[in-house]
């Protein structure tokens, strides 16, 4: 003991004290300074990592209400396609639909008539003569207009509670109903009690409006709307089963609140994932969501006992610094006492391999492909994920250009390349990389350049990230929103985005294109005979014939049922486009085997000129509209111009 005191006191001399002093009291603040960051960080990639999976849910609600409003569009597209859609036609139609498995949430598809009061009685009786004796617009009472429900399926227990109801009976589906009316859009109502709830599972409801018109009527100002309306395709939503799956793995962690509007009451609220948390969060983020002329208010939480915990990462982090700082005093104490100095070297040489391993372990078991790159940009080490991801056995890169990898072509992007890390500059991007079986793969790579002293680069850290799958779904994503499923034609949506364009085109060139307006005769016979399936296989081979008449700049696209659309670009006249669509009837009429058995159909078709018979799109899409109805008056299997029109002086 009194050999322990004595090299104590020649230890804690003055000379050694004092400098071991000054660097606790440094590192020390250093240390604080470097964990306060390093929180921060934290806190900022954890808003940020949060804000990333907020968005995309975001995103995934926005899309699958996008699509439900497809699913009323096309159902409107029925009334347009034939003068009048019985009961069971509308059952077959929603029946192929498959709502629980291909859009679930969605209650039914149904459809609501607009009823004057004195067409009240009847409406009532011809409904009760079609086997519904009982039937009756509910609530009763006299009303200036009424929205009867006349068909609403899966026609089940739940949904046969609204037969027969008065939508414009209740405030908040009559101020979305007349919205759809008025614009002649689809619209969004507020939340409202769906009339299908019971006192089980009750669930707050909203209701999507699409408005339907009559055939060919003109509808470009409200009155004229509504001489030509007919009533609503709608859909009821129960909002939990509208949102469940969304939240996707974000689910369990993630607390998503849904208010109708800006307001955040509890009036207001439409979903919430986790009823009955408390209002404590760690993370938290407010998202706007406009859909069909209504806003939706998306209230994300992560709750502290929901949050992913970074607890583990942070508390390596400030050891870290905290073996950093100590090994500062304990060098600092090592200079002024030789004796420990031996063993304190020996320790923090063993701290230096631990930490090494551990560092080794991360790098090697990460998810990400983790590589480096000397001051030449060859590879000098690549971690398993990132050998794997290439396809190269191991080793077999090292020594090879960065850009070898790259696929041929714009040297001007390789320049740019070498020149920001030159400057030292790091940068996260997309990149395509090429790997051994010759295939690609997309990736976010991220780089980090190293500089020396003098600021030349000495060597670069890569982290690649493979995100191929989830550039796949988004480019199928776009494929299914432009074309249609069927036929693989472009759909109604984006010939009309075509259409746009053309028009743009035309007027800045002074040119001529056509639109043709196409619609089978006799496939109503063909599906009443021979089944839906032989009418899918006659609109495909169809739309083959038709493909192969047209040129590869023209668009040909499925408006829907057996009606197509066709642009021809730089039309020198009607004789021309008359040509092309006498070649388009001549295909059709040749024979079709459909099921081992020859059948026949044809074709009639409407064309309209630009700037001939219309300058805008509305105007061009009624002259070949009404050019075909002129073909099929006239007896069918062929093809009509648009009638030229002059203003009048």
């Given at each position: 003991?009194?050999?322990?005191?004595?090299?104590?006191?020649?230890?804690?001399?003055?000379?050694?004290?004092?400098?071991?002093?000054?660097?606790?009291?440094?590192?020390?603040?250093?240390?604080?300074?470097?964990?306060?960051?390093?929180?921060?960080?934290?806190?900022?990639?954890?808003?940020?990592?949060?804000?990333?999976?907020?968005?995309?849910?975001?995103?995934?609600?926005?899309?699958?209400?996008?699509?439900?409003?497809?699913?009323?569009?096309?159902?409107?597209?029925?009334?347009?396609?034939?003068?009048?859609?019985?009961?069971?036609?509308?059952?077959?139609?929603?029946?192929?639909?498959?709502?629980?498995?291909?859009?679930?949430?969605?209650?039914?598809?149904?459809?609501?008539?607009?009823?004057?009061?004195?067409?009240?009685?009847?409406?009532?009786?011809?409904?009760?003569?079609?086997?519904?004796?009982?039937?009756?617009?509910?609530?009763?009472?006299?009303?200036?207009?009424?929205?009867?429900?006349?068909?609403?399926?899966?026609?089940?227990?739940?949904?046969?509670?609204?037969?027969?109801?008065?939508?414009?009976?209740?405030?908040?589906?009559?101020?979305?109903?007349?919205?759809?009316?008025?614009?002649?859009?689809?619209?969004?109502?507020?939340?409202?009690?769906?009339?299908?709830?019971?006192?089980?599972?009750?669930?707050?409801?909203?209701?999507?409006?699409?408005?339907?018109?009559?055939?060919?009527?003109?509808?470009?100002?409200?009155?004229?709307?509504?001489?030509?309306?007919?009533?609503?395709?709608?859909?009821?939503?129960?909002?939990?089963?509208?949102?469940?799956?969304?939240?996707?793995?974000?689910?369990?962690?993630?607390?998503?609140?849904?208010?109708?509007?800006?307001?955040?009451?509890?009036?207001?609220?439409?979903?919430?994932?986790?009823?009955?948390?408390?209002?404590?969060?760690?993370?938290?983020?407010?998202?706007?969501?406009?859909?069909?002329?209504?806003?939706?208010?998306?209230?994300?939480?992560?709750?502290?006992?929901?949050?992913?915990?970074?607890?583990?990462?942070?508390?390596?982090?400030?050891?870290?610094?905290?073996?950093?700082?100590?090994?500062?005093?304990?060098?600092?104490?090592?200079?002024?006492?030789?004796?420990?100095?031996?063993?304190?070297?020996?320790?923090?040489?063993?701290?230096?391999?631990?930490?090494?391993?551990?560092?080794?372990?991360?790098?090697?078991?990460?998810?990400?492909?983790?590589?480096?790159?000397?001051?030449?940009?060859?590879?000098?080490?690549?971690?398993?994920?990132?050998?794997?991801?290439?396809?190269?056995?191991?080793?077999?890169?090292?020594?090879?250009?960065?850009?070898?990898?790259?696929?041929?072509?714009?040297?001007?992007?390789?320049?740019?390349?070498?020149?920001?890390?030159?400057?030292?500059?790091?940068?996260?991007?997309?990149?395509?990389?090429?790997?051994?079986?010759?295939?690609?793969?997309?990736?976010?790579?991220?780089?980090?350049?190293?500089?020396?002293?003098?600021?030349?680069?000495?060597?670069?850290?890569?982290?690649?990230?493979?995100?191929?799958?989830?550039?796949?779904?988004?480019?199928?994503?776009?494929?299914?929103?432009?074309?249609?499923?069927?036929?693989?034609?472009?759909?109604?949506?984006?010939?009309?985005?075509?259409?746009?364009?053309?028009?743009?085109?035309?007027?800045?060139?002074?040119?001529?294109?056509?639109?043709?307006?196409?619609?089978?005769?006799?496939?109503?016979?063909?599906?009443?005979?021979?089944?839906?399936?032989?009418?899918?296989?006659?609109?495909?081979?169809?739309?083959?014939?038709?493909?192969?008449?047209?040129?590869?700049?023209?668009?040909?696209?499925?408006?829907?049922?057996?009606?197509?659309?066709?642009?021809?670009h730089d039309m020198g006249g009607m004789n021309e486009a008359l040509a092309v669509a006498e070649k388009i009837r001549r295909a059709i009429n040749a024979p079709f085997i459909l099921d081992g058995r020859?059948?026949?159909?044809?074709?009639?078709?409407?064309?309209?000129?630009?700037?001939?018979?219309?300058?805008?799109?509305?105007?061009?899409?009624?002259?070949?509209?009404?050019?075909?109805?002129?073909?099929?008056?006239?007896?069918?299997?062929?093809?009509?111009?648009?009638?030229?029109?002059?203003?009048?002086?």
């Amino acid at each position: 003991m009194q050999g322990l005191a004595r090299w104590l006191i020649r230890t804690l001399t003055p000379a050694v004290a004092v400098p071991t002093l000054i660097a606790l009291v440094f590192s020390s603040l250093i240390g604080a300074v470097v964990v306060d960051r390093l929180e921060h960080a934290h806190q900022q990639a954890a808003q940020d990592a949060f804000a990333r999976e907020t968005g995309e849910v975001t995103l995934r609600i926005e899309e699958r209400l996008k699509a439900y409003r497809q699913v009323l569009i096309s159902a409107r597209a029925l009334f347009l396609a034939s003068r009048e859609v019985t009961r069971s036609e509308w059952q077959s139609y929603v029946e192929a639909l498959h709502l629980p498995e291909n859009y679930p949430g969605i209650q039914g598809v149904g459809f609501a008539v607009h009823v004057s009061p004195d067409q009240l009685a009847r409406h009532e009786e011809r409904i009760r003569a079609e086997g519904f004796p009982d039937y009756r617009v509910s609530p009763p009472g006299p009303r200036r207009e009424y929205g009867a429900i006349i068909y609403l399926e899966p026609f089940d227990w739940r949904n046969q509670r609204a037969f027969g109801y008065d939508m414009l009976s209740e405030p908040v589906r009559r101020e979305a109903m007349t919205r759809a009316l008025q614009l002649g859009v689809p619209a969004l109502s507020g939340k409202v009690r769906l009339v299908q709830e019971t006192t089980i599972d009750p669930q707050p409801g909203v209701l999507l409006y699409v408005p339907v018109f009559r055939r060919s009527a003109d509808l470009g100002t409200p009155a004229q709307r509504e001489r030509a309306f007919l009533g609503w395709v709608y859909s009821p939503f129960r909002m939990n089963d509208l949102i469940a799956g969304t939240l996707g793995n974000a689910g369990p962690r993630i607390r998503l609140r849904i208010y109708d509007g800006h307001d955040t009451k509890p009036e207001t609220l439409l979903f919430d994932s986790h009823p009955g948390m408390d209002g404590t969060t760690e993370l938290s983020d407010r998202n706007l969501l406009e859909l069909d002329s209504r806003v939706w208010t998306l209230m994300f939480d992560a709750p502290p006992h929901l949050a992913p915990s970074h607890t583990t990462g942070n508390r390596l982090e400030t050891g870290a610094i905290v073996l950093i700082c100590g090994l500062l005093v304990l060098l600092t104490f090592s200079l002024a006492s030789a004796h420990s100095r031996a063993r304190e070297l020996d320790r923090i040489s063993s701290s230096l391999r631990s930490s090494e391993a551990r560092y080794s372990t991360l790098v090697n078991q990460s998810r990400d492909g983790i590589a480096a790159l000397d001051a030449d940009l060859h590879f000098s080490f690549l971690n398993p994920r990132l050998q794997r991801l290439l396809g190269h056995p191991e080793g077999s890169l090292n020594g090879t250009p960065f850009t070898a990898l790259w696929p041929p072509g714009d040297p001007a992007h390789r320049s740019r390349f070498l020149a920001r890390l030159l400057r030292g500059e790091p940068a996260t991007y997309e990149q395509t990389l090429l790997t051994a079986d010759g295939s690609y793969l997309t990736a976010i790579v991220t780089d980090a350049p190293h500089l020396d002293k003098d600021g030349r680069l000495q060597s670069v850290i890569l982290s690649v990230t493979d995100i191929s799958e989830r550039k796949a779904s988004e480019e199928r994503i776009h494929y299914l929103a432009t074309h249609d499923s069927l036929t693989g034609l472009a759909n109604r949506a984006s010939f009309l985005d075509q259409m746009n364009s053309s028009l743009l085109m035309a007027r800045r060139q002074h040119s001529r294109f056509a639109l043709l307006y196409l619609d089978l005769d006799h496939f109503k016979e063909v599906n009443d005979s021979l089944g839906h399936a032989a009418g899918d296989a006659l609109l495909i081979e169809t739309a083959k014939r038709m493909r192969h008449c047209l040129r590869a700049t023209d668009l040909l696209a499925r408006q829907g049922g057996d009606e197509f659309t066709a642009l021809l670009h730089d039309m020198g006249g009607m004789n021309e486009a008359l040509a092309v669509a006498e070649k388009i009837r001549r295909a059709i009429n040749a024979p079709f085997i459909l099921d081992g058995r020859e059948t026949r159909v044809s074709v009639s078709i409407g064309i309209a000129l630009y700037p001939d018979h219309g300058t805008d799109l509305a105007s061009l899409t009624r002259r070949a509209d009404a050019a075909m109805y002129r073909t099929k008056s006239i007896g069918r299997n062929g093809a009509s111009g648009a009638i030229t029109r002059r203003n009048p002086p």
